[in-house]
């Protein structure tokens, strides 16, 4: 019998219940926050954060730049680490026309903490999305969005959270299209949403088998490869993350073009399987099919996640796993995660892998939140506190 069980599944398994009082939170919090006249001046956004956070950055962002791409706007997803130690910002004007959106469950990673300190010196604008209302992160944002999402009993590694943050964010993005006069709107984008992740819940029982077989395969990998362009690179640094927090294996995600430059030169072996996430309604079809076939030429088992109502070609060598059927490119990264977590847990599970490596860190040396904070100025050569 198993020690260590992983809780990923069950997080899966409660997102349904989660999804329409997440969607009804995360719109209640953005209406009372988010208001035309605070929000139009606005030039340049950034969409902050570290970890799995910063994932669901990636996916806001493509959401900001469909959605509401109005007035010359210019929305960046960046890491914390960039926006709090490396970015210069000498333009003072502009920065009166930047807003920094912070997304933080805790709301007080060092990281976080240090880009609202730098953030409020230079006279730019501070967003916090957080499950944390009474947060230092709150204390020094001007706007805070609070996710309000129920309490779970095994939460970790973080996946709720994670729904949550994609949530707020693609309702945000929506708010902003309302006031630019785009045709999206919060009401339309929370049933995009609903209808679309229910599309999830009667696969579920599928990707359970589907992964299981894979899992009993591929326990022992050496690596476990995940392969998408920007509209599905979210997803698979997500997956990335969640192999390696609940089994250990080595994993890393790459994209179709630069995996052909790079890993085409790995040893390959047949215990080490790459994953291709993809959406057939995006322009990048071509080159992920051309990789495709080169990694199944090095003979590294080759696997393909891909809405339903694709038109793929067969190709010999290549297994598919079938994501929903979806009208709109930019939801599938809401759940296009989900097999790929599966597949993680029932990892973690046959190897009976302790969370976090049994939470490995030395004594002192977790330093999400003991990181030393630096505030710089306008640039990299001018510490200010």
Known sequence: MNVNKCFLKDQIDSLFDLLPIQLENSRKTIEENVHKED???????????????????LAGQRA?????????VHYHAVKAME????????????????????ISKSGIGSRVIEVLKRVNALNMTGMVITDSIDSKA?????????????KFTNDRPALRSYFAAMVTLYLLAARFSEMYGNSMNMETMSKNIHDYMLLYKDKIAVYD???????????????????????EQSSCNFAVSKVIEVTGIHSKSDDSEEYGHIN???????????????NSLNSNMSRVLETIKQSIAVGRPTYLMINENSEVEDIEGLSKIMLPSVEDDVLQSLGSYIPATILANHISDLLDEPLFRGNIYPEGFNTIRNSKIVVYGENGNEIIS
């Open 264 to 278: 085409y030169f790995n040893h390959y072996v047949v215990t080490n399987p790459v994953f291709f996430i993809a």
């Open 209 to 231: 088998e589907q992964m299981m077989k894979l899992a009993e395969m591929y326990k022992h990998a050496n690596s476990i490869t995940f392969v998408g362009d920007s509209d």
């Open 64 to 72: 900001f730049e469909k959605y509401a791409n109005k007035y010359a």
């Open 39 to 57: 929000f139009m001046h606005f030039r340049h956004v950034y969409i902050v954060a570290s970890g799995d956070s910063y994932m669901a950055a």
């Open 83 to 102: 926006i709090s130690r490396f970015n210069e910002f000498t333009d003072k004007d502009l920065n009166e026309q930047t807003l920094v959106i912070v």
């Open 138 to 150: 709150v204390e020094l944002a001007k706007y805070s969005l609070y996710t309000d999402t129920p």
